[in-house]
Nanobody
Framework: QEQLVESGGGLVQAGGSLRLSCRVS????????MGWFRQSPGKQRELVAV???????NYVDSVKGRFTISRDNAKNTVNLQMDSLKPEDTAVYYCNGYPIPRSWGQGTQVTVSS
Protein backbone atom coordinates (compact mmCIF):
# COMPACT_ATOMS: atom_id res chain seq x y z
CA GLN A 1 0.00 0.00 0.00
CA GLU A 2 0.99 3.62 -0.36
CA GLN A 3 3.41 4.98 2.22
CA LEU A 4 4.80 8.48 2.72
CA VAL A 5 7.75 9.03 5.07
CA GLU A 6 8.87 12.59 5.71
CA SER A 7 12.21 13.54 7.28
CA GLY A 8 14.62 16.42 7.70
CA GLY A 9 12.77 18.72 10.07
CA GLY A 10 14.32 20.33 13.11
CA LEU A 11 14.94 23.50 15.07
CA VAL A 12 16.61 26.37 13.24
CA GLN A 13 17.09 30.07 13.81
CA ALA A 14 15.36 32.62 11.62
CA GLY A 15 17.30 33.06 8.40
CA GLY A 16 18.52 29.48 8.45
CA SER A 17 17.87 26.58 6.10
CA LEU A 18 16.48 23.07 6.20
CA ARG A 19 16.02 20.40 3.56
CA LEU A 20 13.02 18.11 3.87
CA SER A 21 12.75 14.79 2.12
CA CYS A 22 9.80 12.49 1.53
CA ARG A 23 10.16 8.90 0.43
CA VAL A 24 7.13 7.57 -1.42
CA SER A 25 6.21 3.96 -2.01
CA UNK A 26 3.18 2.12 -3.30
CA UNK A 27 2.36 4.42 -6.23
CA UNK A 28 3.70 4.97 -9.72
CA UNK A 29 5.75 7.89 -8.50
CA UNK A 30 7.09 9.19 -11.81
CA UNK A 31 3.56 9.95 -13.07
CA UNK A 32 2.31 11.58 -9.88
CA UNK A 33 2.18 15.26 -9.07
CA MET A 34 3.38 15.75 -5.51
CA GLY A 35 2.96 18.51 -2.98
CA TRP A 36 4.38 19.67 0.30
CA PHE A 37 1.82 20.81 2.85
CA ARG A 38 2.13 22.27 6.34
CA GLN A 39 -0.05 22.65 9.40
CA SER A 40 0.48 24.97 12.34
CA PRO A 41 -1.36 24.59 15.66
CA GLY A 42 -4.91 25.90 15.36
CA LYS A 43 -4.68 26.33 11.61
CA GLN A 44 -5.82 24.33 8.63
CA ARG A 45 -3.34 22.35 6.62
CA GLU A 46 -2.14 24.40 3.66
CA LEU A 47 -0.45 23.58 0.40
CA VAL A 48 3.05 25.06 0.22
CA ALA A 49 4.54 23.79 -3.05
CA VAL A 50 3.67 21.46 -5.91
CA UNK A 51 5.78 19.66 -8.48
CA UNK A 52 4.27 18.01 -11.52
CA UNK A 53 5.37 14.84 -13.25
CA UNK A 54 6.98 17.18 -15.81
CA UNK A 55 8.83 18.92 -12.94
CA UNK A 56 6.82 22.12 -13.32
CA UNK A 57 6.52 23.86 -9.95
CA ASN A 58 4.18 26.21 -8.11
CA TYR A 59 4.46 27.83 -4.70
CA VAL A 60 2.23 29.64 -2.27
CA ASP A 61 3.09 33.34 -2.28
CA SER A 62 4.47 33.30 1.25
CA VAL A 63 7.34 30.96 0.31
CA LYS A 64 8.13 32.08 -3.24
CA GLY A 65 11.83 32.81 -3.65
CA ARG A 66 12.69 31.00 -0.39
CA PHE A 67 11.55 27.39 -0.90
CA THR A 68 12.42 25.03 -3.75
CA ILE A 69 10.61 21.76 -4.43
CA SER A 70 12.33 19.01 -6.41
CA ARG A 71 11.90 15.33 -7.13
CA ASP A 72 14.13 12.33 -7.78
CA ASN A 73 12.18 9.71 -9.71
CA ALA A 74 15.00 7.19 -9.40
CA LYS A 75 14.73 7.32 -5.61
CA ASN A 76 10.96 7.96 -5.37
CA THR A 77 11.60 11.05 -3.28
CA VAL A 78 10.32 14.60 -3.27
CA ASN A 79 12.36 17.27 -1.51
CA LEU A 80 11.77 20.75 -0.15
CA GLN A 81 14.74 23.07 0.25
CA MET A 82 13.78 25.83 2.66
CA ASP A 83 15.99 28.91 2.88
CA SER A 84 15.63 32.23 4.69
CA LEU A 85 13.28 30.58 7.16
CA LYS A 86 10.93 32.72 9.22
CA PRO A 87 9.18 32.00 12.53
CA GLU A 88 5.88 31.85 10.65
CA ASP A 89 7.21 28.83 8.74
CA THR A 90 6.98 26.83 11.97
CA ALA A 91 4.68 23.88 11.32
CA VAL A 92 4.48 20.15 10.76
CA TYR A 93 5.31 19.52 7.11
CA TYR A 94 3.78 16.70 5.08
CA CYS A 95 4.13 15.47 1.55
CA ASN A 96 1.29 13.93 -0.43
CA GLY A 97 -0.16 13.53 -3.86
CA TYR A 98 -1.72 16.49 -5.63
CA PRO A 99 -4.47 17.48 -6.25
CA ILE A 100 -6.00 14.54 -4.42
CA PRO A 101 -4.07 13.70 -1.24
CA ARG A 102 -3.94 10.09 -0.15
CA SER A 103 -3.30 8.79 3.36
CA TRP A 104 -1.11 11.19 5.34
CA GLY A 105 2.28 10.29 6.78
CA GLN A 106 3.51 11.33 10.20
CA GLY A 107 5.01 14.59 8.96
CA THR A 108 8.18 16.28 10.12
CA GLN A 109 8.29 19.16 12.59
CA VAL A 110 9.96 22.41 11.55
CA THR A 111 10.51 25.00 14.26
CA VAL A 112 12.00 28.39 13.44
CA SER A 113 13.10 30.51 16.39
CA SER A 114 13.27 34.29 16.22
Amino acid sequence: QEQLVESGGGLVQAGGSLRLSCRVSGIIFRTAAMGWFRQSPGKQRELVAVIGSDESTNYVDSVKGRFTISRDNAKNTVNLQMDSLKPEDTAVYYCNGYPIPRSWGQGTQVTVSS
